[in-house]
């Protein structure tokens, strides 16, 4: 083989070899995760990713016989990261919404859950009522922050502050920067459990449940759904329940029960 040949079959080769990895990296799933929104999915000291989300996709993932790989996108980044195939599909306690699934899918939720209010525990506000001509916080494009922009006039809300994430909302609740936190109670409750300077003064009912979210009609939906079924058959989700928030979850909850996928009215 002459010095030319040899350049062509090693590029030849080289190529064969960079489709094979590129291959073997779209079997993956790319998981959009907005990191630091505990207890859902969070980074320990030593840059481990965990959370009750973070368990439900890698079991999920070794059911389909894949590998997972987490990547770290402000909430309101995962609706477009999906839609772009950017991400394979998307958590953090994300709601499902009739609204939302005009543009995106859903597989059968796992979480029922509410928003809340959380302050300083020496601000004296003991709930929303006396929130008026106060500061709330929330996190942009969430459920969150649709309730309080829907209720600002009815609580007369003086401003609502949008942030990427709990953790920089909470900062500027403790500088007083904000008054208020409207956001998931259980994220919330998880969170302030060890921190005597903060309280969850009022649960808001919204009937909201919790799921993993995909571009519209992406055939992994129905996969990750069939086996979101068999782990709550095995009683998977309702252990993770049991470990993340320390109770066991309702057999009525859709942490326990087998729901159909949500689809659009």
Same mark, same amino acid.
Request: no cysteine; proline share 4%.
């Given at each position: 083989?002459? #010095?030319?040949?040899?350049?062509?079959?090693? &590029?030849?080769?080289?190529?064969?070899?960079?489709?094979?990895?590129?291959?073997?990296?779209? @079997?993956?799933? $790319?998981?959009?995760?907005?990191? %630091? /929104?505990?207890?859902?999915?969070?980074? +320990?000291?030593?840059?481990?990713?965990?959370?009750?989300?973070? *368990?439900?996709? /890698?079991?999920? @993932?070794? #059911?389909?016989?894949?590998?997972? +790989?987490?990547? =770290?996108?402000?909430?309101?980044?995962?609706?477009?990261?999906?839609?772009?195939? !950017?991400?394979?599909?998307?958590?953090?306690?994300?709601?499902?919404? +009739?609204?939302?699934? +005009?543009?995106?899918?859903?597989?059968?939720?796992?979480?029922?859950?509410?928003?809340?209010?959380?302050?300083?525990?020496?601000? %004296?506000?003991?709930?929303?009522? *006396?929130?008026? %001509?106060?500061?709330?916080?929330?996190?942009?494009?969430?459920?969150?922050?649709?309730?309080?922009? !829907? =209720?600002?006039?009815?609580?007369?809300?003086?401003?609502? !502050?949008?942030?990427?994430?709990?953790?920089?909302?909470?900062?500027?609740?403790?500088?007083?920067?904000?008054?208020?936190? &409207?956001? *998931?109670?259980?994220?919330?409750?998880?969170?302030?459990? *060890?921190?005597?300077?903060?309280?969850?003064?009022?649960?808001?009912? $919204? %009937?909201?449940?919790?799921?993993?979210?995909?571009?519209?009609?992406?055939?992994?939906?129905?996969?990750?759904?069939?086996?979101?079924?068999?782990?709550?058959?095995?009683?998977?989700?309702?252990?993770?329940?049991?470990?993340?928030?320390?109770?066991?979850?309702?057999? $009525?909850?859709?942490?326990?029960?087998?729901?159909?996928?949500?689809?659009?009215?």
């Amino acid at each position: 083989m002459t #010095r030319t040949s040899k350049l062509k079959a090693a &590029i030849v080769s080289t190529a064969f070899a960079a489709t094979g990895a590129f291959a073997a990296q779209a @079997a993956d799933l $790319t998981v959009g995760a907005n990191i %630091g /929104n505990v207890p859902w999915e969070f980074q +320990e000291a030593d840059g481990k990713i965990v959370g009750f989300e973070v *368990d439900l996709v /890698n079991e999920i @993932a070794k #059911r389909l016989g894949k590998s997972v +790989e987490f990547v =770290n996108t402000p909430f309101n980044g995962l609706f477009p990261a999906v839609q772009s195939g !950017r991400i394979d599909m998307a958590i953090s306690s994300i709601t499902i919404t +009739e609204k939302r699934l +005009e543009s995106v899918s859903f597989a059968q939720p796992y979480y029922d859950s509410d928003q809340s209010l959380t302050v300083t525990a020496t601000s %004296g506000t003991t709930g929303l009522k *006396d929130m008026e %001509g106060k500061v709330v916080g929330v996190d942009t494009g969430s459920t969150g922050d649709m309730w309080a922009d !829907r =209720n600002k006039a009815d609580y007369k809300f003086g401003e609502i !502050r949008r942030f990427e994430g709990l953790s920089p909302a909470m900062l500027d609740l403790v500088a007083g920067r904000v008054d208020g936190y &409207i956001s *998931d109670i259980p994220a919330l409750l998880y969170y302030v459990k *060890d921190k005597p300077d903060l309280k969850v003064v009022e649960r808001i009912p $919204t %009937g909201e449940k919790y799921s993993i979210m995909f571009n519209k009609g992406a055939p992994l939906a129905a996969e990750v759904n069939d086996v979101i079924t068999t782990l709550k058959g095995e009683g998977f989700i309702a252990k993770l329940h049991e470990s993340w928030f320390g109770a066991k979850a309702e057999d $009525t909850t859709s942490t326990v029960a087998v729901l159909d996928m949500p689809a659009a009215e």
